[in-house]
Each structure stands twice: as structure tokens, then as C-alpha cells.
């Protein structure tokens, strides 16, 4: 897997909120809308391993193709934790 893109940490925030971020089909998914993407929001730490709050794998395509435009998080239990 490659990584794309990390955002700036949100320190001691229950509901955090990211501003919206521009990427270039070549940058975000090599102009394949097929490829798989995977978003993943973890939990910042200052020492140790971050927890993850959730992930969810999908395509430029499946997102083009949202109804609502948002995307579930899972965790590794398969529970929604979320959303992006």
C-alpha cells in the first residue's frame, strides 16, 4: 500500500473536523478511478501506538457515485465508528 496523503494531527478532540484538502487525480489515484483507496482516522498518541477509530476501503469511482457523500467508518470489529 502507498501512502497518499497524511493530515495535520487534532489534538483533545472527541468530533474532529478537517479542513477540506485539493489532490490531483495523478496524487490521489494515479488517474485509475478503480483503484482501491483506503481512508483511516486514528487516534493521535504522543507515545506508542495510535489507536485506530476506524478505516474504510473504497474507489474514486464508488465516491464519485455517493448519494450522500459520506463514508462509513468501521473498526476491526466491523462496528461504524463514524464517518468522512
Not at 46 to 63: E, F
Request: proline share 5%; hydrophobic share 30%; charged share 25%.
Amino acid at each position: 500500500m502507498v501512502k497518499v496523503y497524511k493530515t495535520n494531527y487534532k489534538f483533545d478532540n472527541k468530533e474532529p473536523w478537517w479542513d477540506a484538502e485539493e489532490l490531483t487525480m495523478p496524487e490521489f489515484c494515479n488517474c485509475n478511478k478503480y483503484l482501491p483507496i483506503r481512508f483511516s482516522v486514528f487516534s493521535y498518541q504522543n507515545a506508542g501506538d495510535h489507536p485506530l477509530y476506524g478505516s474504510v476501503t473504497t474507489t474514486t469511482r464508488d465516491i464519485e457515485m455517493l448519494s450522500d457523500t459520506r463514508l462509513k467508518l468501521e473498526n476491526s470489529k466491523g462496528q461504524e465508528t463514524g464517518y468522512i
